[in-house]
């Protein structure tokens, strides 16, 4: 595929692979632009515009898209309380549809025919990146360099240098670990890692405390919802952004969220993969509670499996598809009594749920009480277990009881 005259939109980090794609791109004759993209990562290193403009990028973009990531994806996967394998909280897989949605836009502005972004081979992200730009533009092409040249680390610096690239010498003192971050999380990945009976070293981790170390009080957290989405954080209203922050601080700071997993990638290779999430796991633990307080039996049985199917399609890089919204459908009208306050007790590295309150909590404390005074009627009972029992009771009667095989019949 010729690039010669082709505009192209990069997303850009500042970092050494996506250095090295602006100025591959330029060889190949094309008009790159580059774009960066703030989804709370943290600050890049430097001023990444000049740096894009430096290596000759025809156009830079920084771009800050925090509040739609939280308002339009954070808040659904919170709604949906998505855990891959059931423990990843998906936020790089998050957000990579927002990232190909401002690649699209970009591309729009300067009529550019071709997007582009840094993921190897191997990953998930190459996939999310390709099927979200297939979903919102099937009419620009993509182009993955790295995925398609197959440098290696060293080869990368050494074209850097020959090329004159600038890149921060933290690239040469070879962490060996492969990062990615945004306001909800940091993954973690490569290196020792790759060896998956090798405790990670402390050094892996930054949002989140040894839990031994943390703190040898417990702290309390009170967390407002309203509709399924948090709003309040110890009594406070904030925007869900700020209540990210402020109670990953906190969570991190005792140890919680961190998470060790082998993981299923969809190219089906086994991973093994660091996580630390202080806030989405706190949150999601609230989530769940505050779900198990205002849902219906059957509403929550079924919400579970639909969960599961969010949790995998976001990973496998469906987020713009019929079935994503209709499931959302799902979930927000689930939400409508999830309204309501959780209190979670945290300390070295665990956040347990030990106070809910909600308005229009199924709860009731006259049925459930032991007390003489309970208003549930235990005369029924008997005559509901029969019936309960009367498909039990006519099996065993037809084929012979369990009694003599203990739990498997023999015939
Ligand atoms: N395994 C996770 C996922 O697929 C995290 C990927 C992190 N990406 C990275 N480029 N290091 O969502």
Not at 120 to 146: C, E
Request: glycine content about 10%.
């Amino acid at each position: 595929m010729s690039l010669e005259g082709k505009k192209v939109v990069l997303a850009y980090s500042g970092g050494l692979d996506t250095s090295v794609c602006l100025k591959w791109f330029l060889e190949q004759g094309a008009e790159p632009y580059a774009l960066y993209l703030d989804l709370g990562q943290g600050e890049p290193s430097g001023d990444v515009e000049k740096k894009a403009l430096g290596i000759g990028a025809a156009g830079a973009f920084v771009r800050d898209a925090k509040e739609e990531f939280v308002s339009e994806y954070l808040a659904p996967a919170i709604k949906a309380n998505t855990l891959y394998g059931g423990k990843y909280p998906l936020f790089t897989a998050l957000g990579r549809p927002l990232i190909a949605k401002k690649l699209v836009e970009a591309a729009r502005e300067v009529g550019a025919t071709h997007i582009a972004h840094g993921s190897t081979g191997k990953g998930n992200d190459q996939v999310r990146f390709d099927v979200a730009t297939a979903s919102i533009a099937p009419d620009l092409t993509v182009v993955a360099p790295v995925r398609d040249w197959n440098m290696n680390r060293p080869e990368e610096i050494e074209y850097a240098e020959k090329h004159g690239l600038p890149f921060s010498s933290d690239v040469t003192k070879e962490s060996p670990y492969s990062i990615d971050a945004n306001l909800f999380g940091r993954s973690i990945e490569a290196g020792p890692l790759e060896d998956p009976y090798h405790e990670p070293t402390p050094d892996v981790y930054k949002l989140t405390a040894e839990p031994e170390d943390a703190p040898n009080e417990p702290e309390y957290v009170e967390i407002g919802f309203a509709e399924g989405v948090p709003t309040s954080l110890d009594g406070k209203e904030m925007p869900l952004l700020e209540l990210i922050v402020r109670l990953g601080e906190v969570a991190g700071a005792h140890g919680v969220g961190r998470i060790d997993m082998i993981e299923d990638r969809l190219v089906g290779i086994k991973s093994r993969e660091i996580y630390e999430a202080p806030a989405a796991i706190a949150l999601i633990k609230a989530h769940q509670e505050l779900e198990s307080m205002t849902l219906a039996k059957d509403v929550l049985r079924f919400k579970s499996s639909v969960e599961q199917r969010y949790a995998e399609l976001t990973y496998d890089g469906l987020w713009f598809t019929p079935l994503k919204s209709a499931l959302d459908a799902f979930i927000t009208e689930t939400q409508k009594t999830v309204t309501g306050t959780v209190r979670l007790k945290i300390y070295k590295g665990s956040a347990i749920a030990v106070g809910r309150t909600a308005p229009k909590a199924l709860y009731n404390k006259d049925l459930a009480t032991y007390d003489a005074n309970s208003t549930f009627d235990e005369s029924a009972a008997a005559g509901f277990i029969s019936l309960w029992g009367l498909p039990a009771r006519q099996w065993a009667g037809v084929n012979g009881g369990f009694e003599d095989a203990g739990t498997t019949r023999k015939d």
